[in-house]
């Protein structure tokens, strides 16, 4: 069922600037402001129930010049009105646990983000200014692991789960499946195996923790095997479907991706301890990735688009 009303967005808690539509397909449970305006559509007849994509939009979005504001949380992302909102709204975790963006591409002129610990989102225009956002949760499987990457193979968004064992001390086993795609079938994520990471079987202790696009062309990871005779394989190549070659440590972290500077008028100042942490555009709207952070950890975590003037 679709709901259309109008919620406030506040640059400050005491100032209100003004009044922005949103139409919101909750997938989560979260109550509703006090007598929103709602417009119950038509029931949608059952022929066409049959023939319709099982996945389905969580939001649809008219971004304007004032931000909307998403927090991610263990349930998926939850419209809140500020970030004030969110400032006392998660306790400090280390970051490899902690929901929050930590990848995002342009995939057909879509963007598709990858939130730790939970899943995809992708957002698409649809053929106005109105932005639908869907999200495909990984459930309690990817709640076991930690994101090390996002590419795209075969025309297909494709994301990389490992093992993080950096900040608390487990024998927990890498994951079997570890790289995962999504169609618009469902909104569930299912496995997708790469090529190049065939020569290392997660069946045999090998967890790949990391996988990127550098600015030369090249995709690199990093496999680590700790049962058995402990090994560290660093390798590039320029197909993922190919295992490549390997490269030197000083090779592997050049790869690394630079700083970002973000740096627009249409963003919000945020409150102390927050920070944008990545930035991307959808036509002429603006999303900004921004977290509470502390040393090596993070607190609350989220996204917001506005359109950018």
Request: net charge negative.
């Amino acid at each position: 069922m679709y709901f259309t009303f109008s919620l406030c967005f506040r640059f400050s808690i005491k100032f209100i600037f003004g009044i922005l539509p949103l139409i919101i397909i909750f997938s989560c449970t979260r109550s509703l402001p006090e007598n929103p305006e709602i417009e119950v559509q038509p029931n949608i007849p059952a022929a066409v129930i049959e023939v319709r994509p099982a996945a389905r939009p969580s939001a649809i979005l008219q971004p304007g010049k004032y931000p909307i504001w998403f927090q991610l949380t263990e349930k998926g992302p939850v419209h809140i009105s500020s970030i004030e909102d969110a400032i006392y709204s998660a306790a400090f975790i280390p970051w490899p646990f902690a929901y929050h963006v930590i990848f995002s591409i342009d995939w057909n002129g879509n963007l598709v983000i990858l939130i730790n610990r939970d899943g995809f989102m992708k957002f698409t225009q649809d053929g106005s200014s109105r932005i639908v956002m869907y999200h495909f949760s990984g459930g309690e499987y990817w709640k076991q692991y930690s994101a090390g990457g996002l590419a795209v193979h075969d025309d297909k968004p494709v994301a990389l789960l490992y093992f993080d064992d950096r900040f608390l001390d487990s024998s927990a086993a890498v994951p079997l499946i570890r790289t995962w795609t999504f169609d618009m079938k469902s909104n569930i994520p299912f496995p997708l195996e790469i090529g190049v990471l065939k020569p290392f079987p997660a069946e045999e202790g090998w967890n790949v923790d990391t996988l990127r696009k550098a600015s030369d062309g090249f995709w690199y990871f990093r496999a680590v095997k700790k049962t058995g005779s402990p090994e560290i394989q660093l390798r590039r190549t320029a197909d993922l479907s190919q295992a490549g070659e390997p490269v030197s440590l000083g090779v592997f972290q050049n790869s690394a991706p630079r700083r970002q500077n973000i740096s627009y008028s249409s963003l919000p100042d945020l409150p102390e301890g927050f920070f944008y942490t990545g930035t991307t555009f959808i036509g002429d709207n603006l999303f900004a990735f921004w977290e509470e952070q502390q040393d090596y950890s993070i607190g609350a975590a989220g996204f917001l688009v506005v359109k950018q003037e």
